[in-house]
């Protein structure tokens, strides 16, 4: 099992007491780094231009299809270090608002189950 950087709920490193801490292994780590890819835009970050979620090729569209913004979610979630399977994928789309909301649930490597709201 891996284990990552600590990340405050800012999104930066966690340093508590002058000491850098660590994810624990499982859950903790793999939904930090789903919580990382799924808001990091495809090509944000230069030394892997392919990382992150295609925002502005098929989520910022004009009238994007549903489908193929869960198609790219469902697609960067499974194909996460840790993510051992998907067993729950809930996504809305308000056209007018253009607001997208998505809730799902993971179970990872270790088996433990967890659920994330992005």
């Known amino acids: 099992m891996m284990t990552d ?3 405050n709920s800012n999104g930066d490193i966690d340093i508590s007491g002058s000491v850098i801490s660590l994810t624990d292994p499982g859950a ?3 939904a930090q780094r789903l ?3 799924l808001r990091t835009f495809k090509t944000e ?3 892997n231009t392919d990382f992150g979620v295609d925002y502005f090729g098929k989520v910022f569209t004009k009238g994007p299809a549903k489908a193929l913004v869960d198609a790219e979610f469902r697609s ?3 194909n996460t270090p840790g993510v051992s399977q998907l067993i729950r994928f809930t996504s809305t789309i308000n056209q007018a608002t253009r607001e ?4 799902f649930t993971v179970v990872d490597e270790s088996g433990e189950t967890f659920s994330l709201t992005i």
């Open 5 to 7: 950087i600590r990340l």
């Open 28 to 30: 903790e780590s793999t």
């Open 35 to 37: 919580f990382i890819k």
């Open 45 to 47: 970050w230069v030394y």
């Open 76 to 78: 960067k979630i499974v």
């Open 100 to 103: 997208y909301t998505l809730d």
